[in-house]
Structure formats: structure tokens, C-alpha cells
């Protein structure tokens, strides 16, 4: 993980880096900090490139990363596969090298199309005097932009200006790569991008139409389609978008509340063997590849049995759960694996209720999940007994259940100092409830067992995009109801397409303010690239009842998995299992604007 920055002037006008944002960027790299100045010839421009590093693991290659040519990189990403990683090398001297060797605009694109990972980049290319910056396929790291004051700035995240409407800053869409012709630029003295989209091989050049990409470049700049009509080719097929010949009509209504017992049988009855299996392979894969050392240095000091790499984003629920059995699979045995759970205080005591465990035991867990907490929200006990689960299954493992409690004041006071700079420019009421969420829960400071506790793991995997594309949300019924099958397949098409701007870059700023790094398993390109071949309906089964129909493939792998309850719950989002979206005016909608962000 990295923070990123790069300074653009044409003129003689002068770099003025907010120190909020230098700020911000050094917490998301605190290990190492590099600047790079560049002139064109003549002083035509002046560029500054400034990398701050997180080290994960071994030895690392401070940034920017400069060759003999003078051709500049700054890279937040992580090579998972596609272009080979020695054992000796790091991905990022990998990255420069490989593109040291491009000439032509088609060697570059050919280069980050092999990339499979997440990636933000920017790359100054010295011949030709050349500035490319982009996002990965799916968008998993953040890349913001501005131009204002005849300074294009480039930067993994922003602050919050006053007023609030002057704001000036876009997220980069994840839609493919621009490039800018300094020389160009210089002569004519204005920003105009070249775009290069991603495509899917075969499919005609671009879906995205010209105003849709002019609306998303700075004001005062412009884009165009690179004139060649080049493309980046996409990591992963096209959405299967086909219907069955036949529609077989289930006799359970939706709506009926099926006791946890009955879902299992439901479940049960939609057995799918072969594909489950295919499932859990690209996924336990995905998993592997993200809670690995990397090869180069292994971490072997005496704190690492007490210390854990690798924490998950935990509510117990079946995505987290999925995501902690199979991590289980590839962590050292004797290394513990930090569960960050949290929890929003509940105001009005009177409301609560809080669900027993019918099970008998005799752990201590459960004794405290009987006695009255304002921190037991629904994902505490969801957590709770997710916990009880994975100890089931491995009990040899040191799970660590982080319990994150979160008073309506340390909320206040973090949205204001941090996370409302984080967010930005991103802005509604959900987005400030999900992203305050997850920036307690990955900062991983809170109890375990009774102790005071913080979890040191700077690998934090999360669960974005599981529902998205297993039809995991209330819309997704809603539209299958309203339109059926086809409707449902266009939803799930429209909200993977869009999943970078509406979370993906948000959540890489909010985890990475902390040091750590955030990894999606489920957006692995080898996950998607099987999801997206299989039909709608091996996937999920919206007329099937909530806790079973919605995500039904993953319940199944969650079966196989061995895992027992949390299989069949059904999808509760963070900010009402948190009870974070309780805490405050509850009568928002999640589109509004978040008053609660606004500087004072
Ligand atoms: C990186 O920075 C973090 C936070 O300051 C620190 O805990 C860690 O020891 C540093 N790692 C190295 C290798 O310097
Ligand atoms: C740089 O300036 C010199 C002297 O004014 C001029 O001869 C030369 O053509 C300029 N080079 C470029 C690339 O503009
Ligand atoms: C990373 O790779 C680059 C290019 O191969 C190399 O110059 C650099 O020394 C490497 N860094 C480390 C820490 O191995
Ligand atoms: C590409 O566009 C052309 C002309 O608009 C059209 O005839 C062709 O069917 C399209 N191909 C695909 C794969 O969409
Ligand atoms: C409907 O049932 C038949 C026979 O059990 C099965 O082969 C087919 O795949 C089912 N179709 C759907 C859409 O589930
Ligand atoms: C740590 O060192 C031991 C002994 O040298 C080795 O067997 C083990 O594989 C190492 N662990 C890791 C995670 O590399
Ligand atoms: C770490 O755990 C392993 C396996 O339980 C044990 O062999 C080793 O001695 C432990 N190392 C330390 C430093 O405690
Ligand atoms: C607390 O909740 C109870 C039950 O829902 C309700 O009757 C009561 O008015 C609430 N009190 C406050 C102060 O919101
Ligand atoms: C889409 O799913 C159908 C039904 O399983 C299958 O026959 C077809 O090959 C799939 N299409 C692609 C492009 O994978």
C-alpha cells in the first residue's frame, strides 16, 4: 500500500500540496518517503512525484522508482499473478522494468493488461515525454484528481474544502488509462487526455460514451478516445448473460419465515456439486494469494506466533465467514488470525433484544452475550457465534475476536479530524456510515477476550463484491421481482460495472488511513472470471426465501466449507448490523448528502 502524489504545472504557477493531504498520504505509507522533480526542455512543465510506502514484508523498493532511462513509476498495487514475480524480485521493480522496455502506447497497454491485482498508477515516461496514470479493471485502489489553479494534481486520496461545494476533486474512473503528451500540453497549455478503455476481447471498442467520459475529467480538462482506438484488454469475461429454457416454479413463498433448520433443508436441496467445487478453488486461491507471505523474505522473528499478518472484516456473516475458513487454510498453523468485529452504541436501551444462544455452552463468550451490552448490535452476536463456528472447525487455530465498540462520541470525533477527508469527494449517508464503519473495524482497536487489544495486521481482507455479484442486496430481490431474471442480470451487470466508484476506492482510503492494506478476495480476477461464465440462476435464486436464495452458490460453498449457521443467514448490511445507521438521524435516506460530513 502506498500513498501516491503527483504534481503537474505548465507555467511557472507554484506546487502548493495541502499539508492534510501530505499527511493522509504519509499514514497510508509511514515506512518511506521519496520525492522526484522533473523539468521539460526548456522548463516547458514541471512535474513532482511523491510516494509514501507501507512496508508489507520483507525488503521493500522505496518509490518513486526512477531507471537509468528517466522514466519515472509510482505503483499502489500488488502483482498476484499474470506477469511473473521471482522469488528474488519485488513487484515493483517487476512493474518498471517491464515497462522501461515499452516504447509504443500498444507495449505499455499490453503490459498492465497482463497485471492481475489491484493497481493505481502513475508512470512518466521519459521518451516522448509521456504521463500515464490509471486504475485496475475493477478499481481496487484509489486515484483522485483535480485541476485547479493551472496544477493538475493526482493523488491516492484528497481532504475536505471549504465551502464544500467548491470542491474541485473527481475519483479517476476505473474505465481504463489516460495519457497526457507533456510536450503538448506544454505547447497549447491545456489538459487533454488520451483515454485507453478496457474492453472485453471481441467486444467493439467502448461502451462509454463521450460525455460520460468528458463529465469525469477535471474542469478545465478534456479527454478523448485515443485516435488508434487501442484498448486494455479486460482481466475477466463478460457477465453470462443467458436465460434458462425452462423456469422451474418453487412452491415456497419468499417472504415465509423459514426457521434456520428449514433453510439448511432448502439449501441442501439445491445441491451443485461441480460448480461449488470450481467455487471454492478460484477462491481459496484468491485467499492464498493475498494471506502469503511474499516469497521474498519471510517475516521469522520470535514475535510472529503472537502476532497475527492477516485480519478479517468480521460480522459473522457469510462472506466473512467464507473468507475466515479459507485463510484458515493457508495461514501458518501456529499464527493467530484477528476477527475485527464492531459495533456502534445503541442509544435506546428499551429496544434492545437480544438474541440467546439456544446451543448449550459453557464458554465464557456465552455467558457475556447474555447480559445486557448497548454493544450488542446484530453483528456482535452474528460475530459471536461466527466465532463459535471457526473454532469448531479448527480448534487448534488462535482465532481473536476483536470486539471494536464505537460511543457516539469517538464517532464525532474521528469523522471530523479523519474520515470525512478520507470520503471525500464521495459524500452521502451511506457512505459516511459504511466508511466510519470500516474505518473502526480495520483500525482493529477494541478487547479481546477481556484485555485491551489492537490488532497489528496489516493485511485486512474484506468481502466487496461478494454481493454484488451474487445478488446479495434487497434491490437485487426488488428487481427480480419487478422484472425477473433479466432485470436481476442487468442489476448485477450495472452495479459490478459501477463497484469502484460507489465503494472500492472509498474503502482503500478509509483501510489504508491506518497503515494497512485492504484486499478483496472476491474480486480476484480468477473469482469474477468464473462467476461472471456462470449463469444468474446457479448463482442466486431470488424466488427462494432470504437466508438461502440470495447468494445461493455461496451458501453452498459455505456447506461444503463446513461451516453450519452462518450459511443460512441472511445478508444484514454493516451499517444496520453495526448499528452504526441507528446512532444518529435515522431518518436519512442512504442517497442524501451527509450533513454530518460538512466542515463546520
Ligand atoms: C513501518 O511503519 C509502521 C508504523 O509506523 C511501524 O510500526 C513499522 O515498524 C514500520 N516498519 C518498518 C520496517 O520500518
Ligand atoms: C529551447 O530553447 C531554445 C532557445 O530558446 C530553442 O532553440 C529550442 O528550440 C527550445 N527547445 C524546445 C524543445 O522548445
Ligand atoms: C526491486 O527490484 C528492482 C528492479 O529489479 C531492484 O533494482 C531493487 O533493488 C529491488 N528491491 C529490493 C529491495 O530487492
Ligand atoms: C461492433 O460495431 C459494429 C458497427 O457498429 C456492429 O456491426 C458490430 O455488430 C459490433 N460488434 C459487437 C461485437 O458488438
Ligand atoms: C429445472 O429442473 C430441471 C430438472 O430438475 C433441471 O435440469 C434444470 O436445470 C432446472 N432449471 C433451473 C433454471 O433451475
Ligand atoms: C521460519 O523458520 C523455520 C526454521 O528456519 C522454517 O522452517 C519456517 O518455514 C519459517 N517460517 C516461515 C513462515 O517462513
Ligand atoms: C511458535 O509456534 C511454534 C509452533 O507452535 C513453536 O514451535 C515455536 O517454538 C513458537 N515460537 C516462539 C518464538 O514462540
Ligand atoms: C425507545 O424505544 C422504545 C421501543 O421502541 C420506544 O417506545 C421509545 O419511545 C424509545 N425512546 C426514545 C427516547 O427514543
Ligand atoms: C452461460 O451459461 C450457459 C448455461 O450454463 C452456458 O451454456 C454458456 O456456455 C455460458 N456462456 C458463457 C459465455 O460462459
Redesign the pocket.
Known amino acids: 500500500m502506498c500513498g501516491i502524489l503527483c504534481l503537474l504545472s505548465l507555467s511557472a504557477a507554484r506546487f502548493e500540496c495541502d499539508g492534510r493531504i501530505d499527511g493522509s498520504l504519509q499514514r497510508r505509507g509511514p515506512n518511506s518517503s521519496r520525492k522526484v522533480t522533473v523539468t521539460g526542455t526548456n522548463s516547458s512543465y514541471r512535474c513532482l512525484f511523491s510516494a509514501h510506502l507501507l512496508h508489507m514484508r520483507g525488503?521493500?523498493?522505496p518509490q518513486p522508482?526512477q531507471d537509468h532511462a528517466g522514466n519515472i513509476l509510482m505503483w499502489n498495487g500488488e502483482i498476484f499473478g499474470g506477469l511473473p514475480v521471482m522469488p528474488?524480485?519485488?513487484d515493483?521493480?517487476?512493474a518498471?522494468?517491464r515497462l522501461s522496455s515499452c516504447g509504443t502506447p500498444l507495449e505499455v497497454l499490453s503490459v498492465l493488461s497482463a497485471i492481475q491485482g489491484p493497481w493505481g498508477l502513475v508512470y512518466y515516461q521519459r521518451a516522448g515525454d509521456f504521463l500515464w496514470f490509471g486504475r485496475d479493471f475493477f478499481g481496487r485502489r484509489s486515484l483522485l484528481w483535480k485541476y485547479e489553479a493551472e496544477v493538475l494534481t493526482l493523488t491516492s486520496v484528497a481532504a475536505q474544502i471549504f465551502p464544500p461545494d467548491e470542491s474541485k476533486w473527481k475519483e479517476i474512473p476505473a474505465v481504463g488509462v489516460f495519457r497526457l503528451d507533456l510536450k503538448e500540453a506544454a505547447r497549447s497549455g491545456s489538459m487533454n487526455f488520451e483515454f485507453f478503455p478496457w474492453a472485453h476481447a471481441g467486444s467493439n471498442r467502448t461502451s462509454l460514451c463521450s460525455q460520460t467520459l468528458q463529465d469525469s475529467v477535471p474542469d478545465g480538462c478534456s479527454a478523448v478516445l485515443n485516435p488508434a482506438g487501442l484498448v486494455l484488454d479486460a482481466p475477466v469475461c463478460p457477465l453470462n448473460a443467458s436465460l434458462p429454457e425452462s423456469v422451474n416454479k418453487t412452491e415456497i413463498p419468499s417472504d415465509s419465515d423459514l426457521s434456520a433448520t428449514d433453510r439448511q433443508d432448502l439449501l441442501r436441496s439445491r445441491e451443485n456439486p461441480a460448480q461449488v467445487d470450481r467455487l471454492i478453488g478460484v477462491l481459496s486461491e484468491a485467499v492464498k494469494k493475498r494471506v502469503q507471505p511474499s516469497p521474498?523474505g519471510p517475516q521469522n522473528d520470535s514475535a510472529s506466533n503472537d502476532s497475527a499478518d492477516v485480519a478479517v472484516l468480521f460480522s459473522g456473516g457469510l462472506d466473512s465467514m467464507i473468507l475466515a475458513a479459507l485463510a484458515d487454510r493457508h495461514i501458518p498453523a501456529h499464527q493467530p488470525i484477528d476477527l475485527l468485529n464492531v459495533a456502534f452504541e445503541q442509544q435506546n436501551k428499551s429496544e434492545q433484544k437480544p438474541k440467546r444462544d439456544r446451543r448449550k455452552s459453557s464458554e465464557p463468550g456465552t455467558e457475556r452475550a447474555q447480559t445486557f451490552s448497548p454493544f450488542d448490535v446484530p453483528d456482535r452476536l452474528s460475530g459471536r457465534s461466527g466465532l463459535r463456528e471457526l473454532q469448531e472447525l479448527n480448534p487448534e487455530r488462535r482465532w481473536r475476536f476483536v470486539e471494536i465498540d464505537v460511543t457516539l462520541e469517538k464517532l464525532q470525533e474521528a469523522r471530523k479530524a479523519r474520515i470525512c477527508h478520507l470520503l471525500h469527494p464521495l459524500e452521502t449517508v451511506l457512505d459516511d456510515s459504511i466508511g466510519c464503519a470500516v474505518w473502526f473495524a480495520a483500525r482493529g482497536a477494541g478487547v479481546e477476550g477481556h484485555r485491551p487489544f489492537s490488532s497489528s495486521a496489516k493485511v485486512i481482507l474484506t468481502g466487496a463484491g461478494a454481493d454484488e455479484q451474487l445478488a446479495g442486496y434487497s434491490r437485487h430481490r426488488e428487481r427480480f421481482k419487478a422484472s425477473g431474471l433479466e432485470g436481476l442480470i442487468q442489476e448485477v451487470d450495472m452495479e459490478l460495472g459501477r463497484i469502484s466508484s460507489r465503494n472500492l476506492g472509498r474503502d482503500d482510503r478509509v483501510i489504508g488511513d491506518h497503515g494497512k492494506e485492504a484486499r478483496f478476495p472476491y474480486l480476484d480476477e480468477g473469482v469474477v472470471g468464473l462467476l461472471n461464465s456462470l449463469p444468474m440462476w446457479e448463482k442466486a435464486d431470488l424466488s427462494l426465501p432470504r437466508g438461502v436464495g440470495e447468494k445461493l452458490l455461496l451458501r453452498l460453498a459455505a456447506r461444503r466449507l463446513g461451516l453450519g449457521q452462518s450459511a443460512v443467514l441472511p445478508k444484514r448490511a454493516i451499517q444496520f448490523g453495526s448499528r452504526i445507521a441507528k446512532m444518529e438521524d435515522g431518518r436519512e435516506r442512504a442517497s442524501d448528502r451527509c450533513s454530518r460530513l460538512l466542515p463546520e
Open positions: 525488503l521493500f523498493t522508482v528474488e524480485e519485488n515493483t521493480g517487476v518498471c522494468q521474498f
